[in-house]
């Protein structure tokens, strides 16, 4: 017979293993209260502007590259076009970088160049992110994500314009997979125009011809701003019978 | 065959008998008349009954009783020896009469039946074999279980059993029997024919014989540790006037690296366990108070400028006063059971609990000053406007008011001392706490309350108040069987500090910078600029931080069966923290759009355990087997709000949040940690000689991903007691102590942030889009990154020689740590700029620790011992694949080197026409970069450790601790080329390059962008790389402990008067302010004299 103190311990053991047995569960938390997973971010229409606004809010913040500020694309480029001035106070260490634009002796490891490619980048990402979040959606209404659609698609190309004007064959990021994107070689020009035509279309026919999605406030893109960056894309590429057919489409 | 004393009461006068019986024969004269009848009785009666009757008592053991069977005696009006003669006619037994006492023994049998006998001489009967039960009993007539118990001459020992016993087996009576155990001094003793002797070991002086160590789950004793453990004990801490634990403990552990961060109060520390083990952050090590895991990371939420930049520690809720131990876990076979926490090593942190005795209260309490120990010699008045215009004459500039106020604007003839203005004052500490403890032998408690106040050397009315409250109690139930004990302690900790650190100014101001204050003593602007603030204006700018700290810790027990107990551990922390930074009008530059700015800061931690668990022991033979196994649960939630507030109508109302005009959220966050574990340990110690520990740990952290929480840890460490062995005891008796031990195991480490594999959306940070709100993608989620993993190697060697005057421990170990948890770097067309991912770089740490502690002399009134300690680290990184592919470690590491690298510009010389510093340009394209920097040189403490000597003279101590750090450090200066601003220079600078073909230390003096580039460049060159060593008195204490018959006069139990003095001394040829904070322009750690009383009632 087994003594009454084994029948204990193995009693004690059987416990404790019933015990373990619920470790894994409770190391499966909720997410933080001051975060929303990504399927809950597309579950409806109003986090989903909001992941789109987003977008607007970096595009204009004053560290963007469309802000206006002194690392955005306007200041940058007239530093180049000699059309302003790097005006030197203080350190020249903290001046050198806009120095070079100037001079037009721009080096590789330039912050300012740097930001402009990691800036526009980061807004493809964010672009790819609603697009990707609003095909998997299933609760957001058709409306919203035909508009959110159609907005993404035109910051997609519209970044990946600046890009290749600025560097020329540049990396084409259509999704938001970092194993594929790390390692993505440069595209050529003409294939980087081919995506951003494309993108155009698309958000020409979904985008509304009205600033009615945006309380007749002209804040967002609509098919009017498709349509006029269309024809410049197709005038970049010389194909001038589109180029003057949006133009038109726009003009009249 | 079992012996039974009849009478267990009687047990202290047999000893004091049998003792005497062994010396003298004496034979006891009687004039009792002693009557007895009986027939057929056994003898126990009929002793009994002589016993009343003669008064006598008489000894014997039931065993030789019960043998002799029941007897029959008749006598009348007898003396007792003829009583006990009729008594013992027809049995095998005899007796010896001592005073008045009767001992009852065998006869000694005649020689025969045995071949084992000797030879022996004619005429002297040999003796025969007999057994003899011995009882082991500590000073306080406590039974020790598990002492040896041998025959000299001969190897193979008996252990006693849980009442003390060993029966000792077919013995030479005239043989001797040494009785050793763990603590206590060998004890040798003659048989001397007895059957059962009472031996009462000596506990040894020598404190590390009884050293019991934490090893958080379980305690073990150090001789028998197969780990490697330091323990600092209280003994040590209260000898330091402190606020913060770890202030104590820098250079007292091998192997424990601790830098002070800066020199105002309550600011933090950098803490490392055998070095850097990791490439990211999170290389602090796991603290537990009273068993429960505490933050290692600052609570703070907006640390702004208050501590330079460094957080505030977040042990400064413990009060030193309050610990009994301090355990620094370093090795694999004690951090295995840590698993995915115990890569970075452990310390746990015991506090004082309740003794049995009488109720005792303590008061204890000092006084005392700090001030900064050393003043960086800056150039005076004349030396330094000589220096501009010579630095305006160098670069052919014509000085204006704009770039040179300090000769053209301000008053050349008036000069200030900053660093006496600004940190020249002095820090008052006051301290005081109230202890009352005590009980009996089941029930104990303690509760102590204490206040610190700490000022600071800054001007103005600032201080760093805190209370303690402390209280434990403890009870064990009548049958031992069920333990109770709950640990509470309360911090509240109330800091009022000036908005900045005052001694970056000491460095900067020049020495006639305008006056601080107007004709009418208010903070004066005139002269000053934005850029050029007057530095009392972080006296306007308070800062206050309030933090509060529960730490509660229950733990029961209950032994079902001997052996095996069932315990849990739980316990409860919380801690919250706010802070307020003001930044009123009154504090600026008046500027037109200046504006009250009030920065606000809220932040939480809240941290739960339960831990239930089982142990069992068990004795086989000369083994012991020593089984745990228990499981972890544990939560802890974050949380921080920090908060701008601008445009409040009037500075009064500048705390109330809701008078601001604008808001502005800086962080404002809530993270929620849970880990779970089942845990184990297996110990087998085989005759107090080997030693093997298994530890494990399973756990899972709520840090990684779905499939990826769950990891496996383990370790094994052994120890062989080779001065046990009876080859040492014979041949070499000099070695008192030896231990031979190593281990090897593997340990994780899950500092990084919370939800990182989370793919998640968080408010977008940079404002609206037209009032509507935004959502920003937080991180790339990878869902597959898992533990970092460090393999830990140690071997060592523990020595006592000459009863353990001098002791030696040597170890050496080599902790391997990859899988290394970092930012992946990515290409930007990802999004991101890196992902949190394990990358397989492999990190290694080697060193060897010594330790050897003496005790020189021992006399009844002088004691002279010292403790000396040195580890000598070496870090190195061992791989990191394709590290040439990512700019960002490439530029910063080297594989081969160590982490703490600098990749700099070599320094060639001053040029001999320019006069300006040159340095090689190894891509020869005439321009400087990262390219150019290539010259690797190690930042860091090289070897480090400390000399503590004690000398007792009758009621007098002396402690004189030495810290000491070999390093190489950054600067000290200069940052800037001398001359070009309106900032002064130490007045070693004056050593600098003035016309072709001079010979100096230091570029010339000048203005031009040539001269600051050069200087800037010098300073990321290595030549800006110096020698930090330092050796630093660091402690001394001198206490005195009152005569006895001064303390019945005022009816006090104890009496002691102390001082204490830290950062005496400083010995360095580092030219900055101090070697330990280096080229930061922090306040250094101050000097500091106490002195006090402690009264024990």
Redesign the interface.
């Known amino acids: 017979m087994i003594p009454l103190h084994k029948i204990k311990f193995i009693c004690l053991v059987l416990s404790v293993v019933t015990i373990f047995s619920s470790c894994k569960k409770f190391v499966e938390i909720d997410p933080p209260r001051t975060e929303l997973i990504t399927p809950t971010v597309f579950a409806t229409d109003e986090t989903a502007k909001a992941a789109m606004n987003d977008v607007y809010i970096q595009m204009r913040n004053s560290f963007g590259f469309a802000g206006g500020g002194f690392v955005g694309i306007s200041c940058l480029a007239s530093l180049s076009a000699d059309e302003s001035v790097a005006y030197f106070q203080g350190d020249p260490a903290s001046t050198q970088d806009y120095k070079e634009f100037s001079d037009n002796s721009l080096t590789p490891d330039n912050t300012w160049v740097l930001g402009l490619w990691t800036d526009l980048y980061n807004c493809i990402y964010k672009a790819n992110a609603v697009l990707e979040g609003l095909t998997t959606s299933t609760g957001i209404s058709a409306g919203t994500k035909k508009q959110l659609t159609g907005e993404a698609k035109f910051i997609r190309a519209f970044c990946h314009f600046y890009l290749t004007n600025l560097w020329g064959d540049v990396l084409l990021i259509t999704t938001t997979d970092y194993r594929v994107n790390n390692t993505m070689p440069r595209s050529p020009k003409a294939q980087v125009y081919q995506q951003i035509i494309a993108d155009l279309k698309d958000a020409q026919n979904l985008l509304p011809d009205d600033y009615s999605f945006s309380a007749n406030a002209r804040v967002r893109v609509n098919k009017s701003v498709a349509t006029a960056l269309l024809a410049r894309a197709y005038l970049y590429t010389e194909d001038w019978v589109n180029a003057e057919m949006q133009a038109s489409t726009l003009i009249n | 065959m079992f012996f039974y004393l009849s009478k267990p009461l009687l047990i202290m006068k047999l000893t004091t008998v049998i003792v005497l019986a062994a010396c003298l024969q004496v034979s006891a004269r009687s004039t009792a008349q002693i009557s007895l009848s009986r027939s057929n009785t056994p003898l126990q009666k009929i002793f009994k009954e002589l016993q009343k009757q003669s008064g006598y008592d008489i000894f014997y053991t039931y065993e030789i009783v019960q043998q002799a069977g029941n007897i029959s005696v008749q006598v009348k009006n007898v003396s007792i020896q003829q009583a006990l003669d009729a008594c013992l006619k027809n049995t095998n037994l005899s007796y010896q009469i001592i005073d008045k006492t009767v001992v009852i023994k065998e006869k000694k049998a005649p020689l025969v039946e045995t071949g084992t006998a000797l030879p022996r001489l004619e005429n002297v009967p040999p003796p025969v074999n007999i057994d003899v039960a011995i009882t082991v009993l500590n000073s306080e007539g406590l039974p020790l279980e598990g002492a040896s118990v041998f025959l000299k001459g001969q190897n193979k020992g008996i252990a006693t059993d849980i009442n003390g016993r060993a029966i000792l087996k077919n013995a030479d009576p005239n043989a001797t029997i040494i009785i050793s155990f763990a603590g206590f001094q060998n004890q040798e003793i003659k048989i001397a024919d007895r059957n059962s002797i009472i031996v009462r070991l000596v506990a040894r002086t020598n404190e590390l014989e009884e050293v019991v160590i934490n090893k958080g789950y379980y305690t073990e004793k150090q001789r028998l540790n197969p780990g490697n453990i330091s323990k600092i004990t209280a003994k040590d801490i209260e000898k330091n006037p402190v606020s913060n634990p770890l202030a104590a403990l820098e250079g007292r552990v091998p192997g424990l690296e601790i830098i002070q961060q800066t020199g105002v109060p309550g600011g933090g520390f950098k803490v490392r366990i055998r070095g850097t083990n990791s490439i990211a952050s999170g290389n602090d090590p796991l603290y537990i108070v009273n068993g429960v895991p505490f933050i290692s990371t600052s609570l703070s939420v907006s640390t702004g400028l208050v501590y330079y930049g460094e957080a505030p520690s977040p042990l400064n809720s413990v009060n030193p006063a309050d610990i009994e131990s301090i355990e620094v876990l370093k090795d694999a076979d004690a951090l295995a059971i840590y698993g995915s926490r115990g890569a970075n090593g452990v310390i746990l942190i015991t506090t004082k609990q309740g003794k049995p005795g009488k109720t005792k209260v303590e008061f204890n309490s000092y006084t005392g000053t700090g001030a900064v120990q050393n003043n960086v010699k800056q150039m005076n008045l004349r030396q330094y406007l000589d220096m501009r215009r010579e630095a305006f004459k160098n670069d052919n500039t014509i000085p204006t008011t704009a770039n040179a106020p300090d000769l053209l604007v301000w008053d050349t003839t008036r000069s200030t001392d900053w660093h006496k203005e600004l940190i020249g004052g002095k820090a008052t500490y006051t301290d005081a706490m109230i202890t009352v403890s005590g009980g009996e032998k089941n029930t104990q408690f303690s509760i102590a309350g204490g206040y610190h106040k700490e000022t600071t050397v800054f001007p103005g009315d600032n201080a760093d108040k805190k209370i303690n409250v402390h209280a434990s109690i403890a009870n064990t139930s009548s049958d031992q069987r069920f333990k109770t004990s709950l640990l509470a302690d309360f911090s509240s900790n109330l800091t009022n500090l000036p908005g900045a650190d005052l001694t970056p100014y000491t460095l900067n101001l020049a020495p006639n910078a305008p006056p601080l204050y107007d004709s009418i003593g208010n903070l004066s602007w005139k002269n000053w600029s934005q850029n050029n603030e007057n530095p009392l204006a972080n006296l306007k700018r308070p800062y206050e931080q309030v933090t509060n700290t529960l730490r509660t810790h229950l733990l029961t027990g209950y032994a079902?069966?001997p052996g095996?107990e069932?315990r849990l551990s739980a316990g409860y922390t919380s801690a919250v923290m706010s802070s307020i930074l003001l930044k009123p009008i009154a504090s600026q530059f008046p500027f037109s759009g200046v504006q009250n700015i009030s920065s606000f800061g809220n932040s939480k931690f809240q941290n739960w355990i339960v831990e239930?668990q089982?142990n069992?022991i068990h004795n086989a033979g000369k083994g012991i087997f020593n089984v745990l196994?228990?499981?972890t649960?544990e939560e802890q939630v974050r949380e921080g709000l920090s908060q701008t507030a601008a445009g409040f109508s009037s500075e009064a109302l500048m705390k109330n949040l809701s008078a601001a005009t604008t808001r502005t959220i800086g962080t404002?966050?809530?993270?929620?940690?849970?880990?779970?574990?089942?845990f184990g340990k297996v110990n087998y110690t085989f005759d107090q000689k080997y030693v093997i520990n298994l530890t494990g740990r399973r756990d899972?952290?709520?840090r990684f991903g779905?499939g990826k929480?769950?990891g496996n840890f383990g370790a094994i460490g052994t120890a062989w007691i080779f001065s046990r062995e009876g080859f040492i005891e014979k041949k070499m008796p000099f070695i008192s102590y030896g231990k031979l031990r190593a281990s090897y195991g593997t340990a994780g480490k899950d500092q990084i942030g919370?939800?990182q594999y989370?793919?998640?959306?968080?408010p977008?940070t940079?404002?609206?889009?037209?009032g509507?709100?935004?959502?920003?993608?937080?991180r790339?989620s990878n869902p597959d990154f898992a533990w970092e993993i460090s393999k830990k190697f140690e071997a060592a060697i523990e020595l006592g020689i000459l009863k353990d005057r001098i002791l030696f421990n040597l170890s050496y170990f080599n902790n391997r740590s990859s899988s290394q948890l970092i930012g992946f770097p990515?290409?930007?067309?990802?999004?991101?700029?890196s992902?949190q991912a394990n990358f397989p770089a492999t990190v290694q740490n080697t060193g060897l620790e010594i330790e050897l502690t003496t005790r020189n002399i021992i006399t009844k009134n002088f004691n002279w011992t010292s403790s000396f300690n040195i580890s000598i680290p070496k870090n190195k990184l061992v791989a990191f694949p394709d590290m040439e592919k990512f700019s960002a470690y490439a530029n910063t590491y080297v594989v081969g080197e160590p982490l703490s690298i600098s990749k700099r510009y070599h320094f060639t010389g001053i040029n001999t026409t320019t006069g300006l510093y040159e340095f090689q340009d190894v891509d020869a394209n005439g321009s400087f970069?990262f390219r150019d920097q290539q010259v690797v040189r190690f930042i860091g403490q090289k070897f480090y450790g400390g000399l503590q000597n004690s000398f007792q003279y009758k009621g007098f101590q002396l402690d004189v601790f030495f810290q000491f750090v070999k390093q190489t450090g950054l600067g000290p200066y200069p940052f800037t080329a001398a001359g070009a601003g309106f900032y002064t220079e130490p007045e070693y600078m004056l050593d600098r390059w003035r016309t072709a073909g001079d010979k100096a230390t230091y570029q010339r003096f000048g203005t031009s962008?040539a001269a600051?580039?050069a200087a800037?460049r010098y300073a990321a060159s290595d030549a800006f790389i110096t020698d930090g060593s330092f050796i630093r008195l660091k402690n001394l204490s001198l206490s005195w402990n009152l005569p006895a018959a001064w303390l019945s006069k005022i009816h006090a139990a104890d009496a002691k008067l102390f001082i204490h003095g830290q950062n005496l001394l400083t010995f360095t040829n580092y030219k900055g302010l101090d070697p330990e904070i280096g080229y930061r322009a922090s306040l250094p750690p101050l000097r500091v004299i106490t002195a006090g009383i402690r009264l024990t009632f």
């Open positions: 079902i069966i095996l069932i239930p089982v069992w196994i228990g499981s649960f404002n966050y809530f993270t929620q940690y849970r880990y779970s574990a089942i899972g952290s709520s779905p929480q769950f919370d939800y989370l793919d998640s959306y968080s977008s940079g404002g609206t889009y037209q509507n709100a935004g959502l920003t993608p937080v790339l990515l290409s930007p067309a990802t999004g991101f700029s992902i970069d962008s600051t580039t800037a």
